[in-house]
């Protein structure tokens, strides 16, 4: 069964930094891409960033380029997001989701989901 | 990056049709998903690429696409449908990805 657990979320201020973790199990992690998404209270869905299989290629929204950092770490089935210079507006629950494609293809499409961890950006 | 439009909100007659639209330039180059998201919970992947149902998905959901717009039909829709729902696709530099709106599907 494929699981994906996010954690790390929590109150942080304005400015400052925090890192999300998404602990996968269940497929072959280092054969997909993965994908950060999220959702501010009560609002619509928001693509934030994807990374290779690889980690060689990485992608992110407009919205966080130059603040937030993707990685992953296949030898521990682990997926990160580093994020910097926080804002109000990151404030949202951060889902990460497995690409459904595989063997080095990003359909672009998300199979399997987390729960989500809450970030609340706040003085 | 692009936008993907749909309607806030469509109501369906239980064991009716429904049809949500999405509408956005990239869609003439990419296919769209489409997710739904009940309150409290994780989205769930109901229609990808061409018209494709993930395993467990009841084949009253169908996928369509016709220039600039995707369509998710609810054909017999039941009172478990009731949802937000989401089209994703990418945007047209391909290199980030972007949701619609939402569209509130509420079974009377």
């Known amino acids: 069964e494929v699981q994906l657990v996010e954690s790390g979320g929590v109150v942080v201020q304005p400015g400052g930094s925090l890192r999300l973790s998404c602990a996968a199990s269940?497929?072959?992690?280092?054969?997909?891409?993965m994908h950060w998404v999220r959702q501010a209270p009560g609002k619509g869905l928001e693509w934030v960033s994807l990374?290779?299989?690889?980690?060689?290629?990485?992608y992110y929204a407009d919205s966080v380029k130059g603040r937030f950092t993707i990685s992953r770490d296949n030898s521990k089935n682990s997926l990160y997001l580093q994020m910097n210079s926080l804002r109000t507006e990151d404030t949202a629950l951060y889902y990460c989701?497995?690409?459904?494609?595989?063997?080095?293809?990003?359909?672009?499409?998300?199979?399997?989901w987390g729960q989500g961890t809450l970030v609340t950006v706040s003085s | 990056s692009s936008e993907l439009t749909q309607d806030p909100a469509v109501s369906v007659a239980l064991g009716q049709t429904v049809r949500i639209t999405c509408q956005g330039d990239?869609?003439?180059?990419?296919?769209a998903s489409w997710y739904q998201q009940k309150p409290g919970q994780a989205p769930v992947l109901v229609i990808y690429?061409?018209?494709n149902r993930p395993s467990g998905i009841p084949d009253r959901f169908s996928g369509s696409s016709s220039g600039n717009t995707a369509s998710l039909t609810i054909t017999g829709a039941q009172a478990e449908d009731e949802a937000d729902y989401y089209c994703?696709?990418?945007?047209?530099?391909?290199?980030?990805?972007?949701f619609g709106t939402g569209t509130k599907v509420t079974v009377l």
């Open positions: 690429g061409k018209n």
């Open positions: 990239s869609l003439r180059s990419y296919y």
């Open positions: 994703n696709s990418r945007d047209s530099s391909g290199n980030q990805g972007v």
């Open positions: 990374i290779s299989w690889d980690g060689g290629s990485t």
């Open positions: 989701a497995k690409d459904k494609g595989g063997g080095g293809y990003d359909s672009w499409y998300f199979d399997y």
């Open positions: 269940g497929f072959t992690f280092d054969d997909y891409t």
